[in-house]
Structures are given as C-alpha cells and as structure tokens.
C-alpha cells in the first residue's frame, strides 16, 4: 500500500509516499481504507522528533483518520460502513479502560504517534475505536472534528467544566483545538474571547461564536494587549496551548478560583509560576492529554447536531504530505489541513 513513512526525524522535505506491507486486522480489529487524514502539532512532533522523548520508528504518521471498513465489524458497522477512527487505542479491560479515564490506561497508543497512523491506504485498529461517520460531512470534513476537538471537549466541558455566563479566555483561537474549544464553550453559554496572532483570523473566530478576538502578533505581550483592549481582562477559564511566556500571562489574566486547562506547548514547555498569586487567588491548572471514547462519542454526536463545525483549511493529496506540513509550520493556518486518498 502507499503510505507515508517517518524512519528518521527531520524537516517537511523528508516526507514521502512509498510501499509498505498492508497491516493484517486481528480478531477484534477492524482495516479501515483511509480516505482523509487531518494533521495536527503532533506530526510536527513525531516528524521532528522530541529531545528526551523515543518515537517507535518506523512509523506512519497522522492520527485523525476518516474512511470505509474494508475488513471486520465494529457493532452494526461492517464492511462497506463509512467510519472514523479515534485518534487512540486503549486495552478496553482495565480499570482506567472501564471508569471512563482511557488515557490512564497502560496500553494507550496514539494513531500515528506510537502505533501506525493514517497517511496510508489501511489502518488497522481496535473495533473500540470505530465509529459512524457523521453523515452530514464529507471524509476530510470528518477527518478534522476528531483530535482536537476531542482534546478541546475534553478541556472544556469535563476538566474546566465551563458553566454558562463564565468569560473563558482561549488561545490559539484560530487553530484546531482553538476552533473547537471556541464553540463549545459558546454553545454552554459562556463568553469566550479568542486570542490570535493574526488580522485575518479575526473574522473566522468570531463567526464560530467567540464574542471577541484579541489579536496578539508574535512576540508582543499577551497580558498587556487583552488588558489594553475593549471589553473584559480576566477570565474564570483560561484554554490554553500556547505554553512559554503566554502560560505566565494566561495566569496573570486569571480571576479568583479561575482554571486554566492546557494540552499543549507550541511555544516552550518550561514556564515559571508564581505561587502567590496560584493560592491567595485559589487558582486551579489542569492537564490535559486528548479524551476518552465516551468524549469521542459525545464530540461526534454535537458534529451530527450541527454543534459543532469542522474547520478544513486546505485538503491536499497524500503525495503533497510535505507541503501539508509546510503550511501547518508557516503558522497561518485557520482550522485544519487534510491529506486525501
Ligand atoms: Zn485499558
């Protein structure tokens, strides 16, 4: 089959198509001939490589996989059913597996990330983790409403448990769980401000329920700029994934008992903290890693309402793979970019 293969780390020029063996589906599992697969930050990671952290190369990247059943069931779903996959794999038994808390468990693997992902013709994978493809949406389309907004799901509904009228700061506003963390703490009811880097990402938020955008080009100071502008300047949740100097502003902007959930580093994984201002303001951070079945399944059933949009930014062949990344690493994406097959 074609597939994308990552055997080293390096740059976008790296990447391309060649052959590899098709995966065979054990009892249980299901091959699912891919026909789009979304990216994210994570294939930046896995392509680059991580200081201190061991990817298992070879691998083939790409987590967010929508396609049709090739081989094997999953419930009523057989052969022939047009599918997406949940960008993980749990064991299913364990104690973490059956309280609803997948990522805790000791056999969770990331599609693409430390078991085989979906820039290639098949993907084998658990029947746990197949479900109906949301009917209303076409494969890229459907390809783009699974990491992130189930990590964004994940933050927003359980971890910060965003309650109506609350003013919830998100960063990265423009981006994949930005996009999704914007309306679906607008569709609770809270008031969310979206933080961007760019003019031209404005409209885009605001059209997907954000009340406000503030726009903080690179390098200037996130805290002084949302303070400077119209409108409120501190906030009971804050969404983050930026990391660095915006984590520590974040903090800054935070009201009493705020919480500020955070999946993500893009900018730098080590920031300071003042303590003073976490207890004496009692405020709460939470981690967050991506979600549970029972979040996916909530996430697909808000994209089957219409609650939730897919965002797609560009859709490109599987052979263009190093462009796709290209655009993510130029940082003006708006949503998502999605290779086809
Ligand atoms: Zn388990």
Request: proline share 6%; with cysteine.
């Given at each position: 089959?074609?597939?994308?293969?990552?055997?080293?780390?390096?740059?976008?020029?790296?990447?391309?198509?060649?052959d590899?063996?098709?995966?065979?589906?054990?009892?249980?599992?299901?091959?699912?001939?891919?026909?789009?697969?979304?990216?994210?930050?994570?294939?930046?990671?896995?392509?680059?490589?991580v200081?201190?952290?061991?990817?298992?190369?070879?691998?083939?990247p790409?987590?967010?996989?929508?396609?049709?059943?090739?081989?094997?069931?999953?419930?009523?779903?057989?052969?022939?059913?047009?599918?997406?996959?949940?960008?993980?794999?749990?064991?299913?038994?364990?104690?973490?597996?059956?309280?609803?808390?997948?990522?805790?468990?000791?056999?969770?693997?990331?599609?693409?990330?430390?078991?085989?992902?979906?820039?290639?013709?098949?993907?084998?994978?658990?029947?746990?983790?197949?479900?109906?493809?949301?009917?209303?949406?076409?494969?890229?389309?459907?390809?783009?409403?699974?990491?992130?907004?189930?990590?964004?799901?994940?933050?927003?509904?359980?971890?910060?448990?965003?309650?109506?009228?609350?003013?919830?700061l998100?960063?990265?506003?423009?981006?994949?769980?930005?996009?999704?963390?914007?309306?679906?703490?607008?569709?609770?009811?809270?008031?969310?401000?979206?933080?961007?880097?760019?003019?031209?990402?404005?409209?885009?938020?605001?059209?997907?329920?954000?009340?406000?955008?503030?726009?903080?080009?690179?390098?200037?100071?996130?805290?002084?700029?949302?303070?400077?502008?119209?409108?409120?300047?501190?906030?009971?949740?804050?969404?983050?994934?930026?990391?660095?100097?915006?984590?520590?502003?974040?903090?800054?902007?935070?009201?009493?008992?705020?919480?500020?959930?955070?999946?993500?580093?893009?900018?730098?994984?080590?920031?300071?903290?003042?303590?003073?201002?976490?207890?004496?303001?009692?405020?709460?951070?939470l981690?967050?890693?991506?979600?549970?079945?029972w979040?996916?399944?909530?996430?697909l059933?808000?994209?089957?309402?219409?609650?939730?949009?897919?965002?797609?930014?560009?859709?490109?062949?599987?052979?263009?793979?190093?462009?796709?990344?290209?655009?993510?690493?130029?940082?003006?994406?708006?949503?998502?970019?999605?290779?086809?097959?």
């Amino acid at each position: 089959m074609r597939a994308v293969v990552i055997g080293e780390h390096g740059t976008p020029e790296t990447l391309r198509v060649s052959d590899r063996p098709v995966p065979a589906a054990g009892p249980g599992e299901v091959m699912v001939r891919v026909k789009a697969c979304a990216l994210n930050h994570l294939d930046m990671w896995v392509r680059r490589g991580v200081p201190g952290h061991k990817f298992p190369l070879p691998i083939v990247p790409g987590s967010d996989v929508a396609g049709v059943i090739e081989e094997g069931t999953a419930g009523a779903l057989g052969p022939g059913s047009e599918v997406v996959v949940a960008p993980f794999t749990t064991c299913g038994r364990c104690d973490a597996c059956t309280s609803g808390n997948d990522v805790a468990c000791r056999e969770y693997r990331i599609l693409g990330e430390s078991r085989d992902g979906g820039c290639a013709e098949f993907v084998v994978v658990p029947a746990a983790s197949v479900f109906q493809k949301p009917a209303r949406l076409t494969f890229p389309e459907a390809a783009s409403v699974l990491l992130a907004p189930l990590t964004a799901y994940h933050m927003v509904a359980t971890r910060a448990a965003v309650r109506r009228g609350e003013e919830v700061l998100v960063t990265a506003a423009a981006g994949g769980v930005g996009t999704a963390a914007v309306q679906i703490a607008a569709g609770i009811g809270a008031r969310v401000t979206g933080v961007v880097g760019s003019d031209e990402k404005r409209e885009p938020v605001l059209a997907l329920g954000a009340e406000r955008v503030v726009v903080v080009p690179r390098g200037s100071g996130l805290a002084e700029t949302v303070r400077s502008a119209p409108g409120k300047a501190s906030f009971d949740v804050v969404v983050e994934s930026v990391g660095g100097p915006f984590f520590e502003d974040c903090i800054r902007l935070m009201r009493p008992f705020g919480r500020l959930v955070t999946c993500g580093a893009t900018a730098g994984p080590s920031v300071s903290l003042d303590l003073n201002r976490l207890f004496f303001r009692s405020l709460s951070v939470l981690g967050c890693t991506m979600g549970s079945l029972w979040e996916m399944e909530r996430v697909l059933r808000m994209v089957e309402a219409g609650d939730l949009r897919p965002t797609v930014f560009a859709v490109l062949p599987l052979e263009r793979i190093a462009e796709a990344h290209g655009i993510i690493e130029d940082r003006r994406v708006i949503g998502k970019v999605v290779v086809e097959l």
